[in-house]
Every structure is written in structure tokens, then in C-alpha cells.
């Protein structure tokens, strides 16, 4: 089966953020994206708001519940008390734990399970009684013992950080070496019966690739590229081109 896209509207908040006005609405283009066959919303709400507000929330899942119930919002962050607040008010169907510092200018790596385990252990057990689907942001390096850990923690899924492979768009050689460890982390992590994700610098260009690979990736969130190319071809056609990258049989 297809991976499904999931599309994370951070970048079109910055933007917006730029100016006090309210354009580019992120509600209206998740609009359109959903419209257009994307299979979710991804937002990271961090503690200083420079891109989604904790106001957005509200209004993005009021825009799925009423017009788009099939589609899921995933909520994205470090897992102090303010964001699992926000989770627990918000109901995402997915909550993706990621370890940010609050200072970074996007997630860059995936979790130490080894150091986290009891911290994640909690959160998850706290988020599972919720009824939420739990991913937790994971390095792409295949590694059992991490990711055994990850699976005790109570998790459903991983989510791969693909931050390395997108950066290779000009060394093809090194990103055929990553995309085959991402794909050995995937294989693991299937056998352990976690569900994998993966996010972060995917392009229409990049993305057959991992997806004809990770035969088991469920979701990928992509924001930034995605963007970009909005800019170029309009959101709905780029969300078509993005499905189509996936794997999907979009016309």
C-alpha cells in the first residue's frame, strides 16, 4: 500500500507570521490540500509560536472533524507538559514526539532511546491511555537495541529522520548509502512491529525513491519542500505531485 501524505503546515505559518495579517491562511490551504487527496495536517506547536499558534489549533481540527473526518491531524513536539496539554485539548489522531530544544530551527536528529527511555516510557504510557497513536522521531541508523527500546516505550510507530538523504540531492552516491540504512531501520523496526514514518527534507524528487524502498512506510510529513513547490505550481497541484511521489494512483 501507498504512503500517505501528510502535510505539515509550519512553513506556510512562518510565512504568515511575517506580517500581523491573516494570509497565507493555514486553515484555508490545508484546505486545499485535503481537498486534493492529502491524507493528513501536521503541525509542531512550539513553546515560542514563531510558526503555528496554539490559536491554529482549534480551527485545523474543526476544518478536518467537519469536512474531511477520513483525513488525521498530527501534532508534533517535545513532550513537556505545555504540548501534551495542548495534545490532550486538541485530540490529534497521531502525536508525533520529537527531542527538540526549544532554541532549534527545526527537528535535526532523532531521539537517544537509550537515555530517554523512562521519559518516554511515561509520556507514551500517559499518551496510549488517551487513545492517541504515538510516533516517536527516530535517526536513520539501523540500530536493534534503540529500537527495542523505542518499541517498550509502548510507541505504535517511528518516525525516520530524512534530514541526511534530503541533504544528498547533489551526491547521489551518498544518498543511495543512506536510503539503503534508512531502509535496513525500516526492516528492523517492521520486525519488532513498529509502524515507520518519515519526514524531513522529502521532495517529489527524492521521495519514489524511499518509498519503493521502505515497503512498510505508512506516512511521510513534508512541509518545507512542499511549500516551496507550492509557490511554483499551486498547493493542489503540489499535493497531486507529492501523492504521486508516494506511490498513489492520483490522475
Known amino acids: 500500500m501507498a504512503a500517505k501524505l501528510s502535510v505539515n503546515l509550519n512553513a506556510i505559518a512562518m510565512l504568515r ?3 500581523d495579517l491573516p494570509w497565507p491562511s493555514v486553515t484555508a490551504l490545508g484546505q486545499i490540500a485535503l481537498a486534493a487527496g492529502a491524507s493528513g495536517l501536521t503541525v509542531h506547536p512550539r513553546p515560542d509560536q514563531r510558526h503555528i499558534r496554539f490559536s491554529d489549533l482549534a ?8 469536512l474531511y473526518p477520513e483525513t488525521e491531524f498530527n501534532m508534533e513536539g517535545f513532550p513537556n507538559e505545555e504540548f501534551l496539554l495542548l495534545v490532550e485539548r486538541h485530540q490529534p489522531e497521531q502525536v508525533t514526539l520529537v527531542p527538540d ?11 537517544d ?3 530517554n527511555h523512562n521519559l518516554l516510557g511515561n509520556v507514551v504510557g500517559r499518551l496510549k491511555k488517551g487513545g492517541f497513536r504515538v510516533s516517536l522521531f527516530a535517526d536513520g541508523d539501523p540500530d536493534l537495541e534503540a529500537l527495542t527500546i523505542a518499541r517498550e516505550t509502548g510507541a505504535d510507530r517511528i518516525e525516520l529522520y530524512t534530514g541526511p538523504y534530503g541533504g544528498c540531492f547533489d551526491d547521489p552516491e551518498r544518498g543511495a548509502v543512506l536510503l539503503e540504512e534508512l531502509g535496513k531501520t525500516a526492516d528492523l523496526a517492521a520486525t519488532l512491529g513498529l509502524g515507520v514514518n518519515a519526514g524531513h527534507d522529502l521532495t517529489v524528487a527524492n521521495l519514489p525513491a524511499l518509498a519503493a524502498r521502505l515497503s512498510n512506510l505508512a506516512e511521510v510529513s513534508i512541509g518545507h519542500g512542499l511549500t516551496a513547490d507550492a ?13 504521486r511521489a508516494c506511490g498513489q494512483d492520483v490522475a
Not at 480551527?59 to 467537519?66: G, S
Not at 530544544?101 to 531521539?111: L, M, R, V, Y
Not at 509557490?231 to 497531486?240: C, I, K
Open 101 to 111: 530544544d526549544p532554541a532549534q530551527a527545526t527537528s535535526d536528529h532523532g531521539w
Open 59 to 66: 480551527p485545523i481540527r474543526a476544518l478536518i472533524d467537519d
Open 17 to 19: 507570521n511575517r506580517r
Open 231 to 243: 509557490l511554483e505550481y499551486g498547493m493542489a497541484e503540489t499535493v497531486r505531485r507529492f501523492c
Open 113 to 115: 532511546f537509550r537515555k
